[in-house]
């Protein structure tokens, strides 16, 4: 089920209820004003002195400024709370279809490798099947024994982040040797695509951090540059540099992009781009979310910027550079 209210409509129609609620109580002010002339009027027909007409004017006009004020109080006071609960719906909305997201993206994400290793395990047993094709089988069916391990340990490590902020075990680490060896390692993933890497890594910058940690938060933003491309070939640009005592590190795709939503979407647990049921990259919407938790640890900022559907998106980690912690 999707909100059928989008989050800018109902803070339109939030904005006209509150219009409406104040021309009314204008409306109310200048009935009831008329009114208090009606029994002004009464109270000199029947021969009132003028100082007790004055009191009745005056006790009769603030009386009903007083009624409208708190009518119009309360009113605005019911449209906040139901503009908060509305808000609070949307959201539990939104977590609930990120979860069925998670849920179906997992299952299709287990039963792929799991099917792949059937295959070849069928093959080894095979009498037909020569040996030298049995043992090409081999690399493969690791490759689908470490994608199993990675979905394992990213759906652990959300549930670890979810309930406690462990302690990072902090030393100075190179950050450009880091980066190199992440990249070198991601250039050895097989795609169905040829695959490009542009670097341009300052030597030497260094940081105080969690390399294991840091490791995973680097490694999932270029996994994530890997899996959302749409040309005939992945082309991956990665640039560090020191700039005003900041590492900056930059991974950048030609590939989907992101709208405006999405660069701050892209963040949360469980959300990725797109339908569930037409997406073709694989994925659990984990690798991005745990990436933001493992670079905040790290007193750092990562950011997501693209200029629209189809140019690509640009990421962005910024961390304190030197060995201070």
């Known amino acids: 089920m999707t909100p059928r209210l989008s989050s800018r409509t109902a803070f339109v129609l939030f904005i006209v209820l509150v219009v409406v609620a104040f ?7 200048v009935f009831m004003a008329m009114l208090v002339d009606e029994k002004v009027d009464i109270a000199r027909d029947l021969g009132a002195p003028a100082d007790i007409v004055q009191t009745i004017h005056e006790q009769e006009v603030r009386r009903q400024i007083m009624v409208g004020l708190e009518g119009c109080f309360f009113l605005i006071l019911l449209l906040v ?31 792929t490798p799991l099917a792949s290793m059937l295959v070849s395990l069928d093959s080894l047993a095979s009498p037909r099947i020569a040996d030298d094709r049995k043992r090409e089988l081999i690399p493969r069916m ?7 391990e990675r979905i394992v340990n990213n759906v652990l490590e959300a549930g670890r982040l979810g309930r406690s902020q462990e302690a990072l075990h902090r030393e100075v680490t190179d950050l450009s040797s880091l980066v190199e060896k992440l990249i070198a390692r991601v250039s050895t993933v097989s795609t169905r695509l040829p695959l490009t890497v542009d670097k341009n890594i300052e030597p030497g910058v260094v940081v105080m951090a969690d390399p294991q940690e840091l490791s995973r938060a680097v490694e999932a933003v270029l996994e994530n540059s890997l899996k959302y491309h749409d040309e005939k070939v992945i082309h991956i640009a990665v640039s560090l540099s020191r700039e005003g005592g900041h590492a900056v590190l930059s991974i950048s795709d030609r590939g ?14 469980f ?3 797109g339908n569930e049921l037409t997406r073709r990259s694989s994925g659990t919407g984990l690798g991005l979310y745990l990436a933001r938790e493992v670079i ?5 900022t990562i950011t997501a910027h693209s200029d629209g559907v189809g140019t690509g998106t640009t990421f962005k980690i910024m961390l304190k550079a030197g060995v201070e912690a």
């Not at 021309?23 to 002010?29: G, L, M, R």
């Open 81 to 111: 709370g139901a503009w908060l609960i509305y808000r609070s719906l949307v959201k539990a909305e939104q977590l609930k279809s990120h979860q069925e997201n998670f849920i179906m993206a997992v299952t299709h994400e287990l039963k």
């Open 296 to 300: 905040r640890a790290h007193k750092g």
């Open 271 to 273: 959300y990725r781009v």
């Open 23 to 29: 021309a009314q109580a204008v409306w109310w002010i």
């Open 256 to 269: 989907i992009g992101l709208t405006r939503q999405d660069c701050e979407a892209v963040f949360e647990r």
């Open 142 to 148: 690791k490759e689908d024994v470490r994608r199993l």
